[in-house]
């Protein structure tokens, strides 16, 4: 990866409290357009993604695409994520796909003076994957590997309805001393590319740098 490359793929959110977070991308992710500054220029960001995407597509199924990923912007405000995209790639001759999101939310005030053993106990509770609590080189994190169902839209199914689609993912949470939360995810319906997108998400997690205002590094304690 050059120079160039490397910094087109530099993912920044600054987080009050004076930390910045920094996080490296791998190539090839086609990116949703989180950081529009209107509703214009987010749907005429979409289109064009969609042209990427689906080159071979009419454009009246790549205006469906863009208008149905467009309906999802709500939940992205609502869920606080400075950045989601997707890679789409064959693995063993099967076509498959995986989303990445970065999401930055505020911390429960209960979780006390450990936030992750209070994150990683809340998480076992609710039974939702296998919960771990890991060290990263910007400090401790808890990761959940799991399976979730989600509704594919009727849009992109042969049938045209709606159908229910199952996907595993692995989510990495890490408490910040400013009482937020930055959440990881990559999430893939494909269970053919899971050791590859499980492996690429690993060095997205792994390439998590936190700075001050000044740009000097920072560890979370533990």
Not at 196 to 208: D, I, L, P, R, Y
């Amino acid at each position: 990866m050059t120079a160039t490359e490397l910094e087109r793929g530099v993912g920044r959110s600054n987080v009050d409290g004076g930390i910045n977070v920094r996080w490296i991308m791998p190539e090839g992710m086609f990116e949703f357009p989180v950081d529009a500054e209107d509703l214009d220029e987010t749907a005429q960001r979409l289109v064009e993604l969609a042209r990427t995407v689906m080159p071979e597509a009419s454009f009246e199924m790549q205006l469906e695409w863009a208008l149905m990923v467009a309906a999802q912007y709500d939940s992205f405000v609502e869920a606080g994520v400075q950045y989601s995209g997707f890679v789409i790639t064959d693995v063993e001759g099967a076509r498959c796909t995986a989303t990445v999101t970065v999401c930055l939310s505020d911390l429960d005030e209960s979780v006390g003076v450990r936030p992750v053993g209070f994150i990683g106990s809340t998480m076992r509770h609710l039974g939702i994957g296998q919960v771990s609590e890991i060290e990263l080189p910007c400090g401790p994190a808890v990761s959940c590997i799991g399976t979730r169902k989600t509704d594919l839209d009727g849009s992109l199914t042969a049938s045209g309805q709606g159908e229910p689609v199952w996907t595993s993912f692995i989510q990495v949470q890490v408490p910040l001393s400013n009482s937020t939360l930055l959440t990881l995810e990559m999430s893939t319906p494909n269970r053919e590319g899971w050791d590859v997108f499980s492996s690429m998400f690993a060095g997205v997690v792994k390439s998590v740098r936190l700075f001050d205002d000044a740009g000097r590094p920072l560890v979370m304690p533990g």
